[in-house]
């Protein structure tokens, strides 16, 4: 059985975070192991506290997996502090593992701020050249070309604040490679009329067209596609048809959306599983 590791934090409600990433791990058949960076008190209307667990238990943590276990896929969430994105770009570098998914997490759905404000020139830095896919949603690709482009001379910087169309997508795609990550998915959910996904591999881009779903139950989608993405490429998948098969593993999971809660409930990880087993 192929394994894949999360580092990133837990959310209590269970339908985004380290929680998240175990069901689509378990929802791909691969054998999901976790790193703990943080843990939040949140629920469908929002997140209420976050408390950071200590650098040298992250490290800790890494280290048990890593000197035990062999990984087929890492993908990395929430990791709002310095400490913690030093620690676990650190031990990347030690241990070297391949497919890497980083899922550059940034402001909750309810607006709370998951990446603290003087942890993102590190997460720029630090984890963003690491990656073999960085997955940004439109907020977090736009924050990530302002942060970089505070460490550039004037001439190289891209001059988008808010990215519009599929057009502004390529633009940025090939922005954010220039910070060293093998492919960069601008995931387009964001856009008003469309739900196009461009993943970029440092020539050519690659489309990957979706459709607007009515429904309020997005909870947890970016954990999930990272993490479907994650589990693909631990199976063997290329770049290309892992995020191809993960961009239809949410889309179903969004489609059938559990209304838990009282206000954005989580996609439904296990809905094709079930619904062979004669369940739904």
């Known amino acids: 059985m192929k394994k894949v590791l999360t580092i990133a934090g837990s959310d209590s409600s269970g339908g985004a975070g380290i929680q998240a990433d175990i069901k689509t791990m378990s929802a791909h058949g691969v054998f999901g192991m976790s790193v703990i960076a943080a843990i939040t008190a949140q629920n469908t209307q929002g997140v209420l506290a976050v408390q950071d667990i200590d650098k040298e238990i992250v490290a800790a943590q890494i280290d048990a997996i890593f000197t035990d276990i062999e990984v087929d896929a890492t993908k990395i969430g929430m990791?709002?502090?310095?400490?913690?994105?030093d620690v676990i770009s650190e031990k990347l570098k030690k241990y070297k593992p391949k497919n890497i998914v980083l899922d550059p997490v940034m402001v909750s759905k309810s607006g709370y701020d998951l990446l603290r404000p003087e942890s993102k020139m590190n997460l720029v830095k630090n984890l963003i050249p690491l990656a073999t896919v960085v997955t940004p949603n439109l907020p977090e690709a736009e924050e990530i070309v302002k942060t970089y482009n505070k460490i550039l001379p004037k001439e190289d910087r891209l001059n988008i604040e808010k990215i519009v169309d599929?057009?502004?997508m390529e633009k940025v795609a090939s922005f954010i490679s220039g910070i060293g990550p093998k492919y960069v998915l601008i995931k387009g959910g964001h856009l008003e009329n469309d739900a196009v996904d461009i993943l970029y591999d440092g020539n050519k881009m690659h489309y990957y067209q979706g459709k607007k779903i009515k429904t309020k139950n997005t909870h947890g989608t970016g954990c999930t596609l990272?993490?479907?993405?994650?589990s693909n490429l631990a199976l063997g998948y290329s770049v290309e048809e892992s995020v191809r098969l993960a961009k239809e593993y949410i889309t179903i999971a969004i489609e059938h959306s559990l209304d838990i809660g009282k206000g954005v409930g989580p996609t439904n990880h296990f809905y094709i599983l079930y619904k062979n087993a004669g369940m739904q």
């Open 79 to 85: 990791v709002s502090k310095i400490e913690t994105i």
């Open 166 to 168: 599929s057009k502004d």
């Open 226 to 230: 990272s993490s479907a993405i994650a």
